[in-house]
């Protein structure tokens, strides 16, 4: 820590926690992947100011320290990109306090196309979350997945393994049965097909816990870490099912012109 996926993805205030060593020379400068304005492409970033210059001596303590990280694209050596971080007195976590070009509410184009009406909404829920407020974005972001639930859990029908099809279908109809989204997620969580479980991992039995712990969360802190995993499983359950339906797609009609080919033969 500060780690590559702080420095590209966090939001403001985010906190990350643990890891933190005790004196500046110990901290990482680690590259870095974004997009650079002149380039205008991802590259890579690498800092190229020093710990000590901010701070100094050497060995100086990263308690309460407040840092200022210089990034300059190693294409075309113009475009530099600015963070600001504080690491707490104990040492227990960091969080960014400025970020320069800001934090970009940026919506993924899959997304923005499937969410259609709902996609303000969404982008309502980054904006809170680039500004830190956790609270805020969470109950966006909740209100999508409720919105969206039951078409979501309808397009997953497809993609179920042939011999467990039927008892997905069952599921599914008891789904209409609740309005409440985690009890929908419940019936459905432990039948996902393979292709959405990533490293075996159940993404919605992530965010059912999340949808769950996020409504008694109480500070913005709190919900801020809750509002950034709806959104990741969110945004990777909804490509995911885009991508592996083209996969299909592609696949059949491919097969289908191999086999109409043999046929003529
Ligand atoms: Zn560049």
């Not at 294409?75 to 306090?97: A, G, H, Q, W």
């Not at 609740?178 to 997620?185: A, E, F, G, H, L």
Request: with cysteine; charged share 30%; hydrophobic share 30%.
């Amino acid at each position: 820590m500060p780690h590559k996926e702080f420095l590209e993805e966090y939001s403001l205030f985010r906190k990350l926690k643990g890891g933190i060593p005790a004196t500046i020379d110990q901290l990482p400068r680690p590259a870095i992947n974004m997009n650079c304005s002149n380039c205008k492409s991802t590259q890579t970033f690498n800092m190229f100011n020093k710990y000590v210059d901010e701070l100094g001596p050497w060995n100086a303590p990263c308690g309460n320290a407040r840092l200022r990280l210089k990034y300059k694209c190693q294409s075309c050596k113009d475009f530099t990109r600015e963070f600001s971080i504080y690491i707490s007195p104990e040492l227990d976590y960091v969080y960014k306090y400025g970020q320069y070009p800001e934090w970009e509410i940026k919506m993924d184009k899959n997304l923005e196309k499937t969410l259609g009406k709902h996609s303000k909404t969404f982008r309502k829920g980054l904006v809170c979350e680039s500004q830190g407020y956790g609270i805020g974005a969470f109950a966006y972001y909740r209100r999508i997945t409720e919105e969206i639930i039951d078409e979501l859990l309808d397009s997953i029908e497809e993609l179920i393994e042939e011999g467990h099809r039927a008892e997905y279908k069952e599921a599914l109809e008891k789904t209409k049965n609740t309005r409440v989204t985690q009890d929908k997620i419940n019936l459905v969580k432990d039948l996902l097909p393979t292709i959405l479980k990533p490293d075996g991992l159940n993404p919605f039995g992530v965010l059912h816990s999340e949808l769950s712990e996020g409504l008694h969360a109480e500070s913005d802190q709190d919900c801020l870490e809750n509002a950034t995993h709806v959104r990741t499983i969110l945004t990777f359950l909804i490509n995911q099912i885009i991508q592996s339906k083209e996969a299909a797609k592609n696949f059949s009609s491919s097969m289908k012109s191999i086999l109409e080919k043999k046929s003529k033969k």
